[in-house]
């Protein structure tokens, strides 16, 4: 029955009962009333309005326990919804917040997409003026030092040598900088070889021992290899930022219906303070969250950190997938 009717019959109930109270009861009413006559005809209203409110509580229950459940919803979980069940008007309410959420999630989730879109190609402008341009720059550098070389005065060669080196390792950083910007072997080489590129390069900075495991071939399309690319380069920087750690394993694998992708360290472990404002971590959530994964991270002082990322095979998120 629908709230309002509901409403009405429970009201015209407690009202019919107050009618018949007073028609069957020996009650008279004189005017002016009388004290006892008052007492009788408060306390027959006292039982009225509690009778009313016990028979409404019951029907505006169910209210209550949606609005719980809204309060109780978590932005940053998308998929959740509240139990469509019950009272017709109840259900009706959690359908239309359900569809709600729904359209809300898809809003996000497509800017959000846009955003990585242009950040990505805002990365790539960067990486390509920093190749073409820093870097031609101070290889003509060092091509003048080159040049110069034969000519100087040997009083000076130790000071050229220095300035030789300075232009080396400047180009080297243009290109370690364009490469972080630009996952070049990504688009060139695919996921596997780019991954391997990024771990041997990790291992030669940070000092620490790379396993990896990556298994070829897996069902991934564009959107989500680059999801797992940067989610791994940011842990591997966690990694050597903070944790200390000796060893790291790098394991990329098709567990059933689930890719996994896991960044497991054997350093200090993240402390309790450090997850919910964090740049890194929240651009890694947020990344997984476009793409309809999952990102796990398993901590304990001291025993090291686990980062997960786990894509779902069947995705109904994923945007389009490629092969
Ligand atoms: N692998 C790790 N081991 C230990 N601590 C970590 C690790 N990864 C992240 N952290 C901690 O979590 C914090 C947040 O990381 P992140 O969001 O990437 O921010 P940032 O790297 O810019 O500090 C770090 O400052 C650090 O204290
Ligand atoms: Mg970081």
């Known amino acids: 029955m629908p709230l309002y009717w509901r409403v009405f019959v429970t009201n015209a109930a407690a009202m019919l009962l107050a009618f018949a109270a007073l028609v069957f009861a020996p009650v008279t009413v004189s005017a002016p009333i009388g004290f006892g006559e008052l007492t009788v005809l408060a306390i027959g209203l006292l039982g009225v309005l509690l009778l009313n409110l016990l028979l409404l509580r019951p029907v505006f229950r169910p209210f209550d326990e949606l609005a719980e459940a809204m309060r109780r919803h978590d932005p940053l979980a998308p998929g959740e919804r509240v139990p469509v069940d019950g009272e017709r008007d109840v259900a009706a309410l959690a359908q239309a917040f359900n569809e709600m959420l729904d359209r809300m999630e898809s809003e996000r989730r497509e800017s959000g997409r846009q955003a990585l879109r242009v950040l990505e190609g805002e990365r790539s402008r960067i990486a390509r003026e920093l190749h073409d341009e820093l870097g ?21 060669r130790d000071e050229l040598d220095e300035l030789r080196e300075t232009a080396r390792s400047g180009t080297e ?47 991934l399309s564009k959107d989500e290899e680059l999801v797992v690319y940067r989610v791994a380069q940011e842990a591997l920087t966690n990694v050597a930022r903070h944790a200390q750690a000796t060893r790291v394993a790098l394991r ?21 303070g450090a997850l919910p404002s964090a740049h890194g971590i929240r651009g890694m959530r947020e990344r997984a969250m476009l793409i309809g994964a999952q990102l796990q991270i398993n901590s304990k002082p001291g025993r090291g950190t686990e980062i997960k990322l786990s894509i779902p095979l069947n995705n109904p998120e994923a945007p389009c997938r490629s092969h």
């Open 173 to 219: 950083d243009v290109r370690r900088i364009a490469r972080q910007l630009r996952p070049e072997a990504l688009e060139d080489l695919g996921l596997q070889s780019a991954l391997a590129a990024l771990a041997t390069a990790f291992g030669e900075q940070a000092q620490v021992r790379v396993e990896r495991r990556l298994e070829p071939s897996l069902p």
């Open 252 to 272: 990329l694998h098709q567990n059933r219906a689930v890719t996994e992708l896991t960044v497991r360290d054997d350093g200090r472990g993240l402390s309790s």
């Open 136 to 156: 031609q720059t101070l290889t003509g550098a060092m091509l003048q030092v080159e040049g110069l070389a034969a000519r100087i005065p040997d009083n000076l």
